[in-house]
Nanobody, 120 residues
Framework: QVQLVESGGGLVQAGGSLRLSCAASGRIFSIHAMGWYRQAPGKQRELVAN???????NYADSVKGRFTISRDNAKNTVFLQMNSLKSEDTAVYYCYAEGIIGVRENGDFWGQGTQVTVSS
């Protein structure tokens, strides 16, 4: 069974840094893209960053220059290094994996979410 397990959220002061990790478990052959969405209270879920299996990355304008996404394809893991955090980055961050090809499961999957709170 494919699962995405996130870690690394927490409380940080404005200007600080956090690193999120997400590992996809299960019998997986490949994952086309992995990335992160976030959802703040009262707002829609929005894309933060993603990266394809070939290493092509995409960022929301609001995080460019502050966040960096990376992947370890061999371990089916994606990371999000978040620097210069602002109060507006406060949200639940969700890991997602798009285009999983597995032994028994194919498709798109989401993690359970991890809270990031930036205090001003």
């Amino acid at each position: 069974q494919v699962q995405l397990v996130e870690s690394g959220g927490g409380l940080v002061q404005a200007g600080g840094s956090l690193r999120l990790s997400c590992a996809a478990s299960g019998r997986i052959f490949s994952i086309h893209a992995m990335g992160w969405y976030r959802q703040a209270p009262g707002k829609q879920r929005e894309l933060v960053a993603n990266m394809t299996i070939c290493g092509v990355s995409n960022y929301a304008d609001s995080v460019k220059g502050r966040f960096t996404i990376s992947r370890d394809n061999a371990k089916n893991t994606v990371f999000l290094q978040m620097n210069s955090l602002k109060s507006e980055d406060t949200a639940v961050y969700y890991c997602y994996a798009e285009g999983i090809i597995g032994v028994r499961e194919n498709g798109d999957f989401w993690g359970q979410g991890t809270q990031v709170t930036v205090s001003s």
